[in-house]
C-alpha cells in the first residue's frame, strides 16, 4: 500500500505563489512515476504535472513556464512550485503515485486547496 500527503496549500493573491508537497510512504519504487492533478467543481480532474524515471517531466499547456515539479527520492517527496497563480488554477490538487509493477493502480492524495484570489 502507498500513502500520499498534500500540504502547502492555502489563499494567494493572483501573481502570488506557493509551493506544495507530497509525502509518500509505503511500497515506493524509486521509478515511480509520481504527479499532479486538480480538479474544480464542475469539471474533471486534470493533470497539472508529472516526473516520471530519470526526472522528466510534462506539464498541462495551461501551466507550461509557471509550475515546476520535482522530487526528492532519499525523502520520498514530489513538489510543486507555482508562479505566477491566476484565479483559474483554484482548484483541489492532488498528489498522484503509479508504481512501475502496477502501472493500473493508481495512488491519490487526499487533496488540498488552493485558492486564488484578491
Known amino acids: 500500500q502507498v500513502q500520499l500527503v498534500e500540504s502547502g496549500g492555502g489563499l494567494v493573491q493572483p501573481g502570488g505563489s506557493l509551493r506544495l508537497s507530497c509525502a509518500a510512504s509505503?511500497?515506493?519504487?524509486?521509478?515511480?512515476?509520481m504527479g499532479w492533478y486538480r480538479q474544480s467543481p464542475g469539471k474533471e480532474r486534470e493533470l497539472v504535472a508529472r516526473?516520471?524515471?530519470?526526472?522528466?517531466?510534462n506539464y498541462a499547456d495551461s501551466v507550461e513556464g509557471r509550475f515546476t515539479i520535482s522530487r526528492d527520492d532519499a525523502k520520498n517527496k514530489v513538489y510543486l512550485q507555482m508562479n505566477s497563480l491566476k484565479p483559474e488554477d483554484t482548484a483541489v490538487y492532488y498528489c498522484n503515485l503509479v508504481n512501475p509493477w502496477h502501472p493500473v493502480i493508481n495512488y491519490w492524495g487526499q487533496g488540498i486547496q488552493v485558492t486564488v484570489s484578491s
Open positions: 516526473i516520471v524515471t530519470g526526472g522528466i517531466t
Open positions: 509505503g511500497s515506493i519504487s524509486r521509478d515511480a512515476a
